[in-house]
T-cell receptor
Framework: DAKTTQPNSMESNEEEPVHLPCNHS???????IHWYRQLPSQGPEYVIH???SNVNNRMASLAIAEDRKSSTLILHRATLRDAAVYYC??????????FGTGTRLQVFP | GAVVSQHPSWVICKSGTSVKIECRSL??????MFWYRQFPKQSLMLMAT?????????EQGVEKDKFLINHASLTLSTLTVTSAHPEDSSFYIC?????????????FGDGTRLSIL
């Protein structure tokens, strides 16, 4: 399985932007880059996904490097409700989501 | 948006009991559903892929006779933990996909916390 590397934890202050990095140097041409987040005691929640171009939605933005070997999830203004574990996952032709350890984001008031 | 409902939210039962967990896609049809297990302070581990009308595909190391999966309709998959023991205590989560692979997100249920005494 293609793998991703994320920092174990990051911190942010409320209302500040947050940039969550993800490295995926072994990505193949057909792998989609998916981001999910998980709040305590809940199932994961879909955040955003992309293939080659940068993507924006109401929750976040996804910036994908030109060589696709890394990507960055951008939360434009962090809120306390954004505190969660964020998972960057490569989704291949098998359609499986293989979760790594993710980045635990702490948001301080 | 797409909603996946999981039931029950939590269950406590005695060792040796079989427990059934339901996963429903409420507003879309799901030909494929996935089952995960998560132990405390760990990440999600994919257990199996559930395909409507056919046998589930289990990940390496997951006992198919222990974790029975049935996907009898396009909106319902069930996971039965047979003869559960304390080591089976975990957080079980299902997900379902609407639409084609890769370019569609998976939608997750809120999980079932299983405690075996």
């Amino acid at each position: 399985d293609a793998k991703t590397t994320q920092p174990n934890s990051m911190e942010s202050n409320e209302e500040e932007p947050v940039h969550l990095p993800c490295n995926h140097s072994t990505i193949s041409g057909t792998d989609y880059i998916h981001w999910y987040r998980q709040l305590p005691s809940q199932g994961p929640e879909y955040v955003i996904h992309g293939l080659t171009s940068n993507v924006n939605n109401r929750m976040a933005s996804l910036a994908i490097a030109e060589d696709r070997k890394s990507s960055t999830l951008i939360l434009h203004r962090a809120t306390l409700r954004d505190a969660a574990v964020y998972y960057c996952i490569l989704r291949d032709y098998t359609d499986k989501l293989i979760f790594g350890t993710g980045t635990r984001l702490q948001v301080f008031p | 948006g797409a909603v996946v409902s999981q039931h029950p939210s939590w269950v406590i039962c005695k060792s040796g009991t079989s427990v059934k967990i339901e996963c429903r896609s409420l507003d879309f049809q799901a030909t494929t559903m996935f089952w995960y297990r998560q132990f405390p302070k760990q990440s999600l581990m994919l257990m199996a892929t559930s395909n409507e009308g056919s046998k589930a595909t289990y990940e390496q190391g997951v006992e198919k006779d222990k974790f029975l999966i049935n996907h009898a309709s396009l909106t319902l998959s069930t996971l039965t933990v047979t003869s559960a023991h304390p080591e089976d205590s975990s957080f079980y989560i299902c997900s379902a996909r609407a639409g084609g692979w890769g370019n569609q997100p998976q939608h997750f249920g809120d999980g079932t916390r299983l405690s075996i005494l």
